[in-house]
Every structure is written in structure tokens, then in C-alpha cells.
């Protein structure tokens, strides 16, 4: 394993390496950032989270037990540090989970949506009306492209419950599409 | 994560191939599918559009670390100075490194557990390191996973011993057994004898 690779620099970081720690955040803070941006929504509180989530990985390296990837060990305290600055934000009704939530019945027109999808303010628009913990999903899919099980242990759930949940982020984003963009 | 498809639409799994994690087997099932299937085609279509402008969306933040690091560094400089027990590994490596090569295993006791047990003590709670006695006995101590809360206080009590410091980055605490006068290795040795016979609460004990 070379020294550079993230697992490599976390056990560098669990034996109070500061440089481990400075090239860890230079080559990931950007993604760890953009999956806490889209958590938290705010830049400000975003940069808040990051900080904190950067400090957990200095005073928590050594408990790293190599039994995921590093990146996914580390989104999963993102997640958790992303979902406690809500709370701490009076924001728990972002948090809602909407498993229990009845299946939509009207089916939206998968053109129309992908169409849609070229208007990148239409697209963050709609992002923006999921609930969070759904929005986390599509994200961990189509940007971390992590696989279910890997999102599953970021957000500490069973695997069925981000199938679940990219079902719901998925009609959710059509019927938003469709709607606003014609609409627009 | 292998799991029967259903045989009319793979919706559950397309996200999945679209960003291509799926098992092969379970990869092998959706593309087969895919072939007789217009509907789930044209929503593959639309899954890799939204994984394509996804990715666009969130490539817009702003990347610069400089200021995020700076704030960083600051804070744990700070941090190591204010609060030395909560990163013996980083300022004192000394105190544990000749012990890492027996603690290949690290147990790591809640830190809500030993707080307890710092603040349940009648003494004046947990002395940092820089302020223990530089002449106490101290000894470096790794308890078995199993190992429950009271059957550590009690041990500890029985001994006269007290945390002083940890866990370090491989699990290992540092306690200050009071019952022992310095320099007398006699001591010191029946107590080590009498924790390694303690199987079942100490996985290692080591003299400093």
C-alpha cells in the first residue's frame, strides 16, 4: 500500500502524523465537502461540519478497522456530524424518514424528466424538495458512485431501506422535472 | 448483497448498474433484462442522465482548502495543548510505543464508561498527564473487549490504582498505582503478577 492512499494516511493520522492529516484533507476535503453541502444545504454551516468532521478523523483515526474503505468510514462520520449540526439547527423535520410515506400513484413521464435534467438550477431545484435522507442516497449514487451496500453502512441503515429510499428520490425527482419543466 | 430480481422490472437494482457497483451476477441479471425491456431501458436512460448531472451539480462547490486547513491545524494545535489527555499519541508517542507490538489487538473501552469512572472517583478526578506525580508508580494497561465496567473499578480499587492517561491509538490506558512506593520493584512485580493472572479484565500490563 503506498503512503498516499487514504487508508494508508489514516494510520499515518492515528499515530498523530499532522502532515497525514494536511494531505488527507488537500485530497479529500472536496468530496467530503460536496457530501456535506448537499446535506446541510448552507455553505457556512457546510464548512462548520467539515471542520468538525475532520477533527473526528484526527481523535478517532486509530479506531479505523479497515473493514470498509477509508472515504466510506470517513462519509460516515460526515453523515452523522452533517445530521447533528441539523439537529442542533432545529431542522429535525429535514430528517424525517419517509419510508412509511404512501407510494405516489401517478407515474411521471421519464422523457420529459431526462429532458429536464440538461437545466442544472431545474435539477438542484428538485434536489432541494427531496427529503434529506433521500437526497443522501442519490447523492452516495450518483456522485460518490458507491455501491447500495457501502451506502447502506454510510447511513447506517439496511440495504432494502436505500433501495427504499432511491425509489422514493427517484419518483420524487421525475414528477419535479416533469412538472417544472414545463413549467419553465 | 446478491438478491433474486424481479423478473418483471429490476427497478430496485438499475440506479446501481447505472453507476456500475453491481455484483457481476446481479449485473449479468439487469443486462438481460434490459434486452427485452424498453421501459427499464428508458429508465436507465434517465438514471444516467441524473448520475451524469449529479456529478455536474456538485463539481460547481468551491474546492479551495486553504482556509478550511488553516482553521484545522489551529484548532488541533490547540487541541493537543488544552486537552493533552485526549491525544496521547500525539504528544506522547514515548509512553505507549514500547507496548504496540503486544497490543496488536486494540480494545477500546467507551469513553463515556471511563469518564464515569474518572468522575465517580472521590479523589479529585483524572490528573493529566503533565500533572501526575513524577514520582508514582505508573503502569500501561489493556483490558479484554469483555471486560465489564464494575469488574475493572473494582480491580483498580483493590490495587489502589487510578487512569492517569488514554487510551492511546492502540487501546492501551496508563495507571498510577498509589499502594506502591517507588523503587520498590518487589512491589511492583506481585502487582503485575496479580493483573496478568487477571485474564479475563487485563489483556496486557506492562511496567513503564
Not at chain 1, 16 to 23: C, F, I, T
Not at chain 1, 63 to 92: C, E, N, P
Amino acid at each position: 500500500m503506498s503512503g498516499g492512499t487514504a487508508e494508508a494516511l489514516l494510520a499515518r493520522i492515528a499515530s498523530g502524523d499532522h502532515k497525514a492529516l494536511e494531505r488527507f484533507y488537500r485530497d479529500h476535503h472536496g468530496r467530503i465537502h460536496a457530501f456535506i453541502i448537499q446535506r446541510v444545504g448552507e455553505p457556512a454551516l457546510a464548512a462548520e461540519v467539515l471542520n468538525d468532521v475532520m477533527l473526528a478523523l484526527w481523535r478517532q483515526a486509530a479506531q479505523f478497522q479497515g473493514r470498509s474503505r477509508a472515504l466510506t468510514w470517513v462519509l460516515g462520520i460526515a453523515h452523522y456530524k452533517a445530521m447533528d449540526a441539523l439537529r442542533r439547527r432545529g431542522r429535525d423535520a429535514a430528517l424525517t424518514d419517509l419510508e412509511d410515506a404512501p407510494e405516489p400513484t401517478d407515474e411521471a413521464d421519464v422523457g420529459a424528466a431526462l429532458a429536464a435534467l440538461d437545466d442544472g438550477e431545474l435539477l438542484r431545484f428538485c434536489l432541494g424538495k427531496l427529503s434529506e435522507a433521500h437526497r443522501a442516497v442519490v447523492q452516495l449514487t450518483f456522485f460518490e458512485d458507491l455501491a447500495y451496500p457501502e451506502i447502506a453502512e454510510i447511513l447506517d441503515c439496511p440495504v432494502g431501506t436505500v433501495k427504499t429510499r432511491m425509489m422514493h428520490a427517484k419518483r420524487g425527482l421525475k414528477r419535479c422535472l416533469e412538472r417544472a419543466g414545463a413549467a419553465a | 448483497m446478491n438478491e433474486p430480481i424481479n423478473h418483471d422490472h429490476p427497478d430496485a437494482l438499475l440506479p446501481w448498474y447505472a453507476n456500475g457497483t453491481l455484483t457481476d451476477e446481479e449485473r449479468m441479471q439487469v443486462a438481460a433484462h434490459l434486452e427485452r425491456c424498453e421501459q427499464c431501458r428508458e429508465e436507465l436512460r434517465f438514471l444516467t442522465g441524473l448520475r451524469q448531472a449529479v456529478k455536474q451539480q456538485v463539481a460547481d462547490a468551491p474546492a479551495s482548502p486553504e482556509l478550511g486547513l488553516k482553521r484545522l491545524m489551529r484548532e488541533i494545535d490547540a487541541d493537543d495543548a488544552e486537552t493533552p489527555t485526549s491525544r496521547p499519541a500525539t504528544r506522547r508517542m514515548a509512553w505507549w510505543q514500547p507496548s504496540l507490538a503486544a497490543a496488536a489487538v486494540v480494545i477500546v473501552i467507551q469513553g463515556v464508561l471511563l469518564l464515569n469512572l474518572w468522575q465517580g472517583d472521590d479523589d479529585a478526578g483524572m490528573r493529566l498527564a503533565g500533572e501526575t506525580r513524577p514520582a508514582a508508580v505508573v503502569v500501561q494497561i489493556q483490558f479484554d473487549a469483555a471486560a465489564r465496567e464494575e469488574e475493572i473499578r473494582a480491580l483498580l480499587r483493590s490495587l489502589d490504582a487510578r487512569f492517569v492517561d488514554g487510551p492511546s491509538a492502540v487501546g492501551l490506558y496508563r495507571i498510577e498505582l498509589s499502594g506502591i512506593t517507588p523503587g520498590d520493584n518487589g512491589a511492583l512485580a506481585r502487582v503485575l503478577s496479580a493483573l496478568r493472572e487477571q485474564q479475563a479484565i487485563v489483556r496486557h500490563v506492562a511496567a513503564e
